[in-house]
């Protein structure tokens, strides 16, 4: 019989939570990421002269051996708010005594779960800069095939004047290029503070156990602790935000040159209908669509979140958890789906062409050629692509 | 080994997700919502003639016994934008081909979606109100044990003048009251309408077959199809909404009061820290603020969503799958834990004196006696309750 | 004579600011409804024998005769973060010392302001609802004219089988009714509680002071203060938001049949272009759009607001008053847009004929007749409609 | 002389518009925006010989000297969906024909508006920046002045362990920094691609011309025109809403600390009250926090915008412009409030200590000593910031 997984979403996922990220930020990955952290911080401790070398190791190898189940721990979190203290004691339970003191020494809860969630972060954020990165790519690909592809230009979904297809294309990977920038801009640190953020309980050995547990990790080390100074959680949802709108942009697009009387682009996939075996929807365009439009509400809600209690919040920090969670799916799932639409995009430049030779002589007043500066452009745009590709 | 589901979220369901929706919510329940619609629809259109009544019997015993996973429905979904073609499909295998013509005649994938939908909501919201309206009651039997329990007023976060305890649970239960109204006030409705809603597939007997599958499935018939007109849904996240503000106000009061510094009340069943162990975290009301701090960027993703193209949209609809999910579990969770809060909520009459003493005399100019009319003010509340709950 | 300056924004108001609701919302008429709250709170609470009759009669007068500035009001409202400590100071320096004690009597702040804001809103949504209706009568006369006009239905930005433009007008119109439906459900409330929400200023005579005033101002009468019981506000607000949506929905259609393209429908009074002379911009269309796309985040504000502070709110309050202006703005500006857009609509039958030509036979497997049960649900649709307007 | 009108809603301006803001995004400031990318425009066109140079400066000229009037332009805006038609208009009616129609040569309406947008989006960033920048160097000053001043540690609104004001204000200081470092990353830049992106208007000077207005204007040159790709906007927004994070956080903190029983900080200049003349609220810190609780919905319109049509939006363009003056103006409004409320901030360090000694022993098990690194933390965060302020 099937396990019972009440907000398994499986139902919806093919759409939804489409691509390599839900795997990034699945209970296990999140698991992963907290005993990875509990481990590092044994380790660094340890290397910081802060526990005895001994115990880090043997609390190493009891991370790497736990089989943990995350619905037990999450039903235990609810006595205390979090899954940390659970996991801690399934930690500890695995240690003999002497050993099992060393574990989560001088961390706080948040440290292990903010610095878990920087973890799971980071690698979804790579999957979803590869989709970015191959989406433009394939922007790119299109814009060099058609960069002298002349088609209507339209303006407030009125036809105006000529532009090629090269130039849409070059502003989809514009738009591309932006939000991986954003992405990569990202520096996810080490939370390490403590119950109110003093580290007190490592003592001045304290600094050198942040430095080595980022080094370990391959975080950052922060300034100081910021368990409610929350710039890096809300920097990170503005940047998958931005990265939704220049995925939403492109399929917009689709979508309307996919229509029945434009027939400018269809998908190379399209999907089909039960009751309608002429059509062709335009499924992957339409699927990033709907991803995309989970952004701006979770951005909304992690934004909101970041005004915090103190020395750690009280239901606001708690807040973050699923919005941010659910961000990275939606906007890694409209990149995953982005990214097969622009691959698939089968472009006619003969119907573009007849569209034009329709709109008659639609120029500009004073324009000396009808399609003005708009090989320039996507020349620009591809040459910055490039650049940023060979980087 | 645990199977791996990777959106399972289990994790922090503990906090996030706890009580009765998740499970009306879950794939299973969405399913089974989805599998009484198609069973539904052929009996209806039975009744109304349209289909063989023993092709309707086949139907619905083949939907009762049908064994369908929802993650290889989900990953099927994928290539149609709707996880109901391969439903639809499942169901006409499990029938010899004379009867699988008749399955899921005359609808589109989005009456299957939305009307099972409406059912899971229904559902999810039956539990919502159960939940709201005991912590309406608990609120009522704080106002009336504390009718006259004095304790001093706070405005703008500093102390102001006298008020009762009483006073405050009545303000409380007049909020939870009024979100209870509006979540009673829905009207969920079935979704039928076939490929652009003229339900052509029926013929003549397409209102009929509307009408008696809304009596089978007790959901209103609605004047017309409504795949674009969306004001069900808005409506109903609407409610949702104003339900999260009046969730979290008593559970704002209650981090507040529960403060050291102020310590008027505490909560029954307090959560832990590993590390401190003097703390007594106000785990309920923390948890209630943080899930009803997520209804607010849900709704605005459903009222986003509303906008939607011509017959039915093109990424607009799939946009309120996971929200309205997601906005029902929050706000079901917040009501769990509110509920849990209030229920168990210790409250310290004599701090409450004590801290009045101190205070000095606040009293408003020209107050002819302290406590105003904190006692009607309750008494008019809980009338109010009572007769709600009586109805 | 003062400048009528109050939310001028003149510059982008011809296009987000249109219709009758911005000079509802004026400062000028904030200020009129604040005037007319403490007018009515003298005369309500000398007829509950609180106050002496003379001294009502005169701040009634004072407060008709009063020429206050809404900038200076509001400059001097940031040092006691409310305009209303400015605005009773300038009614008791109209008035001799032994009169202007009686002015506010037993009121706070507010009091005053969340029951003029209630008086604003009330007519606001008149000025609103007004409009819904007379766009929900155009979209009725279009469903009528239209019946039986074939056009080709459009799922997921393709075309799919025959409707009429009928329904897809009567679709307009179930939306527009059930926003009015909404808007017409909302019962603003007086708000009069004192500085703690014990109305201990008004001694025994309180409740009665509420009932004279709630009927003065033709408002409900609340079982208690609600000073942090923002259902109404909360209500009102998805009120708001539930009919941006129907707003929008029409004139997304509008804009989408509009495309050159297509050609189904345009817009009466097109906009030009000043460097494209051939162009006919769906001004209205678009500009209704863009004044219901700011609902979605104003709602969400306005939720978020609703978890208040002990008594009175800490900034939780103060953050309602931008949003709740703007979102009435928005959403009437939508109104307006939207009537002006459907009251002018041009519908070319002859290229929705000829679409549906060149569509060929796509029809849903099963159907006796293309147009199916277009004709009865728009017959429906305008009986519902010709209830409500007659009721 | 005409009335300064724009954004006055001078009723709640006080509070809600504090600081140098609104005049940076006032109509008047607008329009001067708007005339002087015209006049740029044409010099820049004449640099790149794009038109006559004599032609060029009579257009400046006419510029420098347009009397138009924000309120005319905008109703006149309602016909065209955009202002800039009747101010194009205005600004060729004051110039003979044969220079008239070098006015606006090459530009569409969106050119010049989404570059004046950049333009007072860049001023009023700038007096955010340096509200930000105060209220961090009063954060700094209170980080530096109580380094050692040790205060009871607050977790999940519970007592904790003891911590510094100091570490608390380093903390703030932090996201104050980060906040700032944000908005200085922005680069806005020029618009320029008229009807439809390719510059045709401008034939092979296109380019030149774009590189020659934004040296002029201080803005950067784009790779190509951005119509439709908003991720200058996005990012914008998103930095807008980072900082109402960072500013929010310190503000909720100091009504935390400064209710009664708390008593550890007070504002320098609290509000009083009408009734009660014991009370000191926290209105700079209350009012920051409701001017930063405006941010998140904004953001997520901003956001929601972003996913525009083809060469230029119908209705997701216009939508931007509410959202963006009001963002800029609830940021700054909430920048200058902090400013104030930190920089007059009054603390009370014997509080702070007898709350300590009330606590008791509260230390983290293993402590070396009880304020662990909080020295070191603070002495980090101030050595962050000079660099930043000295860079």
Redesign the interface.
Known sequence: M?????????????????GGV??TV???A??AAMVAVEAALALASAEAGAIPADAATAIAAACEGLDA???T?????????????PL?AAIRRALPDDVATYV???A??QDVLDTAAMLVCRDACAVILSDVDDAADAAAGLATGHRDTPMI????????????FG??A???L??LD??AD?LRRLRPAVQLG???????????A??AVVAAMAYRLGLDAP????H????RV??LA??L??A???L??P???V??L?????GEVSEG?P??????A??????A?????????????????L?????????????????E???L??LL??VGSAASWLRACLTGLVVHPDVMRA?LDR??D?????????????G???D??LA?HALRRNA
């Open positions: 099937r396990p019972s997984s009440s907000r398994s979403d499986g139902l919806f996922d093919g759409i939804l939570a489409r839900p795997a699945s209970d296990d999140w698991l189940d995350p619905g721990l999450g039903r235990d979190a609810s006595a205390h708010g979090t899954p940390v203290v801690v989560h020494r001088g706080t809860s230009g339209r303006t407030l979904l009125q036809q105006a004047v000529p532009v090629t130039l849409t070059a502003g989809w514009a738009g932006a939000a954003g403590g119950a109110a953020g003093t580290l007190a309980g490592l003592g001045p304290g600094p300034t100081l602790p910021w409610t100074e929350r710039s809300t920097a503005s940047a935000g931005v939704a709108g220049a939403g942009k399929a917009r697009d979508t309307l996919a229509q029945g009387e434009v996939s999907g089909g209908s039960s009751a309608m002429h059509k062709h929807n335009p499924v365009a339409l699927s990033t669509l709907a991803c995309a439009a989970q952004a701006p509400g979770l951005v909304a809600t934004l909101a979140a970041a005004v915090q209690e103190h020395q750690r919040g009280a239901g606001t920090w708690q807040a958890w699923r919005p969670r659910e799916v939606a569209t709109a008659g639609h120029r500009e007043a004073g324009a000396t050629e009808p399609l003005g500066n708009a320039s452009f996507v620009a745009a910055a």
